[in-house]
């Protein structure tokens, strides 16, 4: 019913509207349309109200809730079913659970905020409440396991699209996971497998963005958007979910349905690394090279001094100056 009044409210924002209105399109009594407006301006909406002139929608709260983010969202796949908590240990391990119990790929978990946020290989990933997007999509690809990588730039191309198109910044992906805004981490990106019998019954791909957060809460090589914006004005967390799931939908069709050549050629636009001097951190070792781009499935090229080329599918890598 909220959601009701919220659609009339919505669609006439510039004007008021009358209970009366409200009751006849919603079909109830106007005691019940106050009812629920006093409910929604405890949630935080900002409702203006004139003595028998009705109602104004001036404001939402600045919440990631399931209704805010599917408004209008209209996509194919992605997010077509929206979870959103309050605090949560990780979104990722919240979307495992429902992915193990037969959660369909439309399915997206949202929080406000992370008590243990993951990064890859048992890091963490610091989530301040109400500041941050931290959401985990369930992924179901017809794709073998050895072929999941890609999944992950997919969804690096996915946020630098939505981060430039968003907030006007250089985005730039940093090979595999993370994107930086003037050389700042300002997003990362955790996908996890869950394999059966050699084969990929699901994917959780996990993507944290730092949107308003204050630099004091993060680490030292990290930043927010708001922060590298030049003005700092705070940005709208909804509308940058909603931008980021609409390109997530876009690139995650091109690439079930096509193929990973897309993915390749828009991540070479955004990529940090590409043609640069890079060291490659493995478990034991450290490689120095020039990274050449990156193959089919997602790994990426680095030519050794003495010409050797290698591929790597899972590593940290950075610039070297
Ligand atoms: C990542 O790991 O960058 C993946 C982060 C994925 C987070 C999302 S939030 C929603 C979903 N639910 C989860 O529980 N996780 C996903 P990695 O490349 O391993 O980087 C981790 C490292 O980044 C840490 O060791 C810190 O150095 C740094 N770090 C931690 N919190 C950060 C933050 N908020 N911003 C930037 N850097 C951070």
């Known amino acids: 019913m909220d959601e009701k009044i919220l659609e009339i409210l919505r669609a006439r924002r510039e004007s008021f509207v009358t209970a009366e209105e409200i009751g006849a399109r919603a079909e109830m009594s106007k005691t019940t349309v106050f009812r629920h407006i006093h409910k929604l301006r405890e949630e935080g909406y900002d409702i203006q109200s004139q003595p028998h002139g009705g ?11 399931a209704q805010e983010l599917g408004w209008r969202l209209h996509t194919k796949t992605i997010a077509k079913k929206i979870l959103a908590y309050d605090v949560v240990d990780s979104t990722n391990a ?21 008590k243990k946020g993951r990064g890859r290989l048992g890091r963490q990933w610091v989530s301040p409440k109400s500041k941050g997007i931290y959401c985990s999509l369930i992924l179901r690809p017809k794709i073998s396991p050895d072929q999941a990588a890609i999944v992950t730039l997919m969804a690096a191309v996915s946020c630098a699209q939505a981060i430039r198109k968003m907030c006007g910044l ?37 993507i944290g963005i730092n949107v308003n957060t204050g630099t004091s809460k993060l680490p030292r090589e990290a930043s927010s958007l708001r922060e590298e ?21 876009k690139e995650y069709a091109y ?6 050549e897309h993915i390749i050629e828009c991540w070479s636009d955004f990529s940090a690394l590409s043609g640069k001097r890079v ?3 493995l ?39």
């Not at 781009?293 to 940290?316: E, M, P, T």
Request: glycine fraction near 6%.
């Open 55 to 65: 109602y104004r929608l001036v404001n939402i709260p600045d919440r990631l809730s």
């Open 94 to 114: 919240v979307a495992f659970a429902l992915a193990q119990r037969g959660a369909s790929e439309h399915t997206a978990v949202f929080a406000e905020g992370q």
């Open 170 to 206: 250089n985005a730039l992906i940093r090979w595999p996971n993370d994107i930086l805004v003037n050389d700042k981490k300002v997003c990362g990106i955790l996908t996890q497998m869950y394999v059966r019998d050699n084969s990929l019954e699901f994917i959780i791909l996990g």
């Open 229 to 249: 914006c030049r003005d700092k004005s705070p940005i709208c967390r909804i509308q940058l979910s909603q931008e980021l799931l609409r390109h997530l939908d």
């Open 255 to 260: 690439l079930v349905h096509k193929g990973p």
């Open 279 to 281: 060291k490659v951190y």
């Open 283 to 321: 478990a034991n070792k450290s490689v120095e090279g020039q990274a050449l781009g990156i193959d089919k499935k997602g790994a990426l090229i680095v030519r050794q001094d003495n010409g050797f080329r290698q591929h790597f599918l899972a590593a940290d890598a950075i610039k070297v100056r």
